[in-house]
């Protein structure tokens, strides 16, 4: 029987507060004091959370630790899946109290109002009922992805990981992104509250834009890279697991080359998110499958949106390419004519975009694996996946990427040992073939390199 070694408390102490610092440094840095006004007192500090929240998981991470206290991957699942249905009850009462309370003012009617004077009751009841049970289903996924991060081979002798995971299952806050309006790059992001009405974010916007150069937008978010890392409780469980190994990567690979260079340049940033989703998808489909999940019961919906969703991506790829040549010509007004046209269809076509502007491509593009973004990297980060046999070599190899020039080297030098490997077992089964044949090795040039993949996942 293994012990587990406990470090100090005081290591624990000093570990805890780097991991706060650490995630807090690139995420609260925002350059533009007119984000700031124009938020005004709906900001979201992660420094006061994450001092907040840290305490309450290891309390209960503590309580796991007695004999008897540590469920099956059996009972884990059903305990997220408690835990989710809780929160649907949740939002479902919310959503019938906000109707209610809205047909009385409107009704003004007395025997309205007296129907609703008991509603806060029964949703006190559901947010308890919620409570309850999170501290728990947090632990579930928790565990179930420490063990699958362990055998990718992430963690240290004697089982010890790190980061450990950490995950807080909630709503997480809404982002406030920027962009120029003569040219679609990410200017500045701002996080923001998430209990705003809609309302209120159009006139955060509006503000932004009242200076008539920039393009804004309040998005939203279905995970955060703070410690512990925001995992939204909005989705069904495959998704969950899936935002929860993608938060997690961001916390692992701070301490290494490619987190530490993420904001160094708009393309370390889309390629820190993208290989997050790419390795964060197979972590959290494994921690799915370990938890009895069925991932061919619904791989249409978690594959390639290409083939799942063609009239979502053929429209925002091709609205894209449109948008960055009229931008490129100085026609602001017509790229943004096209893409409120191109908006409205995609509303018509049932997929409940709230707004398609510069700022949209700008967030959306740093994940270059969706038909936001033109650039190479997503095609790019999967071709180099495709090279290695487990997800978790894939994993260490690219955390040492220190810029995008060193990447595509890395790449590079890949497929010459796999050309060179085709071209020897070719050479051996064909006696023909001599050292003169000439290798084709692919170009990794920008210009002309493969077009990024065509799958969204409308969960950022």
Do not use: C
């Not at 009895?292 to 249409?300: H, P, T």
């Not at 010459?416 to 023909?432: A, E, F």
């Not at 990794?444 to 409308?458: G, N, T, V």
């Amino acid at each position: 029987m293994k012990r587990r070694i406990l470090p100090s408390k005081r290591f624990w102490l000093y570990l805890l507060i780097g991991i706060v610092l650490l995630s807090s440094s690139g995420s609260d840095y925002f350059r533009q004091s007119k984000l700031e006004h124009a938020s005004r007192n709906h900001s979201f500090s992660i420094f006061w959370w994450e001092v907040r929240h840290i305490p309450n998981k290891w309390v209960h991470l503590l309580w796991e630790m007695f004999p008897g206290n540590k469920p099956t991957d059996a009972e884990r699942k059903l305990i997220v899946q408690d835990y989710l249905q809780s929160v649907r009850r949740l939002d479902k009462e919310r959503a019938r109290v906000e109707g209610s309370h809205f047909a009385g003012s409107v009704a003004g009617s007395s025997a309205t109002k007296k129907a609703t004077e008991n509603i806060p009751n029964d949703l006190e009841i559901f947010e308890r009922e919620k409570e309850s049970l999170r501290g728990k289903a947090e632990e579930a996924v928790e565990a179930v992805i420490s063990d699958v991060v362990r055998t990718e081979g992430l963690g240290f002798p004697l089982g010890i990981l790190f980061p450990p995971t950490d995950f807080r299952f909630d709503k997480p806050p809404l982002i406030l992104v920027t962009s120029p309006r003569n040219v679609i790059r990410l200017e500045g992001t701002r996080l923001i509250q998430n209990d705003i009405k809609m309302i209120t974010r159009s006139e955060i916007e509006q503000r932004i834009e009242s200076d008539g150069i920039t393009s804004a937008l309040v998005d939203d978010l279905a995970g955060l890279g703070t410690y512990p890392a925001f995992v939204s409780d909005r989705y069904e469980l495959r998704q969950l697991t899936r935002t929860a190994a993608h938060e997690w990567l961001h916390n692992y690979w701070i301490f290494r080359p490619l987190g530490r260079s993420m904001w160094d340049s708009s393309d370390m940033y889309t390629l820190n998110e993208t290989a997050a989703d790419i390795a964060g998808n197979e972590l959290g489909d494994l921690a799915y499958q370990r938890l009895g999940g069925n991932l061919e019961a619904s791989d249409l919906r978690y594959g390639n949106t290409a083939v799942a969703a063609p009239h979502l991506t053929r429209i925002l790829r091709e609205t894209r390419i449109k948008v960055d040549k009229l931008l490129s010509e100085n026609n602001i007004d017509g790229a943004e004519e096209i893409m409120r046209g191109q908006h409205w269809n995609l509303r018509l076509g049932g997929y409940g975009i709230r707004k398609i502007n510069q700022a949209y491509f700008a967030f959306r593009g740093n994940y270059a694996d969706g038909p936001a973004s033109v650039s190479p990297i997503g095609s790019e980060l999967n071709e180099y996946r495709e090279t290695f046999p487990t997800v978790g070599e894939f994993i260490k190899s690219v955390a040492t990427v220190k810029n995008y020039v060193q990447f595509q080297l890395m790449l590079e030098s890949v497929g010459d040992k796999r050309i060179n490997s085709t071209d020897l077992r070719s050479n051996h089964s064909n006696p023909v073939l001599n050292s003169k044949t000439p290798l084709l090795t692919p170009s990794r040039r920008i210009s002309d390199a493969p077009p990024a993949s065509l799958i969204e996942r409308i969960r950022r």
